[in-house]
């Protein structure tokens, strides 16, 4: 792959069996020469934000549950921050990812007044260490795509797999049509 995946999706392509990523899409959160780091976007849990971290509840968007981002440190805490504005400079403890986009820091407060739309929380993450997801990525399990602005946000997440490969131009619109399992084909 040329270039860092940073802010795009990782689509899983229908051969993926891993069963940690099968029919997975993936925010690329962080890519650089160390390793790459992602939370699922299609993988809530049955569990809602409330029974882990109270505070955030009420700006949870919906589904308003946990989501799976990975087999890395599943006892761990990510949060991403819908943002009304570029920079996050009135909500403490968000960094700015991209814009529109920020880094939660769970263990503090939510911050009051405006800036926070809303925050999607993440149980553990996935992670690559260095060239291992442009070698995936090389041998066709994973797709670089684009993200559309309710990706992160959509209150469906069940078939976002299934929308992202359908919008695509040409070829790989027709993953999305792809059996369960492959070799059953």
């Known amino acids: 792959m040329s270039g860092s995946a940073r802010g795009r999706l990782l689509v899983a392509a229908p051969a993926l069996l891993d069963p940690n990523f099968v029919r997975t899409v993936v925010l690329v959160v962080e ?37 799976l981002g990975g087999p890395v440190q599943p006892d761990g805490m990510i949060g ?10 009135d909500c403490p403890g968000i960094t700015g990812l991209w814009p529109g986009v920020g880094a939660v820091d769970l263990d503090h407060p939510p911050p009051d007044g405006a800036g926070l739309l809303g925050v999607r929380c993440f149980a553990g993450y996935s992670g690559w260490g260095p060239g291992q997801l442009d070698g995936e990525v090389a041998t066709g399990s994973w797709f670089v795509l684009d993200r559309a602005p309710d990706d992160l946000w959509t209150p469906d997440p069940g078939d976002l797999w299934v929308r992202v490969l359908r919008r695509q131009p040409g070829r790989i619109a027709q993953f999305a049509h792809a059996p369960l399992d492959p070799s059953a084909n």
Do not use: K, M, Q, Y
Request: hydrophobic share 45%; net charge negative; aromatic share 2%.
């Open 80 to 89: 991403l921050a819908l943002l009304d504005s570029v920079d996050p400079v």
């Open 31 to 67: 890519h650089n020469d160390e390793g790459a780091l992602g939370v699922v976007l299609n993988r809530p849990s049955g569990t809602p934000v409330g029974e882990i971290l109270p505070d955030w509840a009420p700006v949870a968007v919906a589904p308003g549950r946990v989501h």
